[in-house]
């Protein structure tokens, strides 16, 4: 029957035509112009079992947004009189035919009563992106705001940053219609916001050994999520300058996927890549001044969870307690365990072992036994 349960609702029929019905509505469309549209798509009058069902939620949806035409009341009490639903559910477990009674029952008070008042959607909308083609941004690096959740690998490279260059966006629509950038990051990794002079003649990242044995991904191209507002907290996207003219890119590069990653996807592609390479981790003057280091990273905790009592006091005792040294070592197996397997070249494995196992994190994550 396509149905999942007895409520109105939990039908593939009653539930999509909810949903087309409404979407119309947040476009704009007025509610006979909406119900003609949707007549050319679902003919219900030449469908002999559910076509019922697509008058009965038009009927509902006007009834409870107020603009429910008398005919279409009569028709819908019409058809719930006719027994169609009744026989439709004749084959249902008695129980379940005794629900589906009490509901269609309700549905028909509701008919026979004065339709609610009306009522307004709020309309879909374009959200446009605050940059433009050839824009230059900053983007953090690591997971500092959710440590416990992040790879070891990441933490040294907490609050290091990178640049990405807008070079072109597309629109998404999922209702609401998106501006949805696409980028192309750096080469480029500083304790500090970058510069946009100092980003001349940079190469930009491929990320071919992030995207191993995925040749498709391996592109300079990447659509990232519109930007919210836990974005610019947690990758702080600040424009740093504009370019007036692109750089050259492989012509294939602008046939990119029409698939967004999130911001940070971008940083990870850049971490791994520089780890692999064995590059130098950049290091903030800060890096050795535990209390310093522990101050910062507590006021962005207070500043992407203000909103959040719960995270922001587990923040508190990871930054001024630090990590049980049993927790910290599962969490570097774990991640070993994902990136071993991953990597065959001896080379890449030594160099991802050293940086989980070895190497040197912000004073802020060392266990409790060395702080004691």
Not at 95 to 119: I, Q
Request: some cysteine; proline content about 6%.
């Amino acid at each position: 029957m396509g149905a999942w349960g007895t409520g109105f609702y939990s039908d593939d029929t009653t539930s999509d035509v909810r949903d087309t019905y409404l979407d119309l509505l947040r476009k704009r469309v007025p509610p006979e112009e909406a119900v003609a549209q949707m007549l050319e798509e679902w003919k219900p009058d030449r469908d002999e079992e559910c076509g019922y069902l697509f008058w009965l939620t038009i009927a509902l949806l006007q009834w409870e947004y107020g603009h429910l035409p008398q005919e279409r009341r009569e028709k819908a009490l019409a058809i719930l009189a006719s027994g169609v639903d009744e026989a439709r559910w004749a084959e249902a477990r008695p129980r379940d035919r005794e629900k589906r009674r009490e509901v269609m029952a309700k549905l028909e008070a509701k008919f026979r009563s004065e339709p609610e008042k009306v009522k307004k959607l709020r309309p879909y909308t374009h959200k446009r992106l605050p940059w433009k083609v050839g824009d230059v941004l900053s983007l953090r690096l690591g997971r500092e705001c959710e440590p416990w959740r992040g790879s070891t690998f990441c933490w040294p490279f907490d609050d290091l940053y990178t640049a990405v260059l807008i070079v072109d966006s597309w629109e998404e629509d999922a209702g609401d219609i998106y501006d949805i950038p696409v980028v192309a990051v750096y080469d480029w990794m500083g304790a500090e916001e970058a510069a946009i002079e100092n980003l001349a003649g940079t190469p930009f990242l491929r990320g071919d050994d992030w995207f191993r044995g995925k040749e498709e991904h391996k592109r300079y191209f990447h659509s990232v999520d519109h930007p919210l507002r836990q974005d610019y907290l947690w990758n702080d996207l600040k424009k740093l300058g504009h370019l007036e003219q692109l750089p050259a890119f492989p012509r294939e590069e602008w046939e990119y996927r029409k698939k967004t990653n999130r911001w940070g996807v971008m940083g990870e592609m850049l971490i791994m890549e520089w780890v692999l390479r064995g590059k130098p981790i950049p290091r903030r003057s800060t890096w050795n001044d535990r209390s310093a280091e522990r101050e910062r990273a507590w006021t962005r905790a207070r500043t992407y969870f203000k909103r959040d009592p719960g995270l922001l006091e587990q923040m508190r005792a990871f930054i001024f307690e630090g990590m049980p040294a049993e927790e910290l070592e599962r969490k570097k197996q774990e991640e070993w365990e994902i990136f071993r397997k991953r990597y065959s070249d001896p080379i890449q494995k030594e160099r991802l072992w050293s940086a989980i196992f070895e190497g040197e994190g912000p004073p802020y994550l060392r266990c409790r036994e060395k702080d004691s």
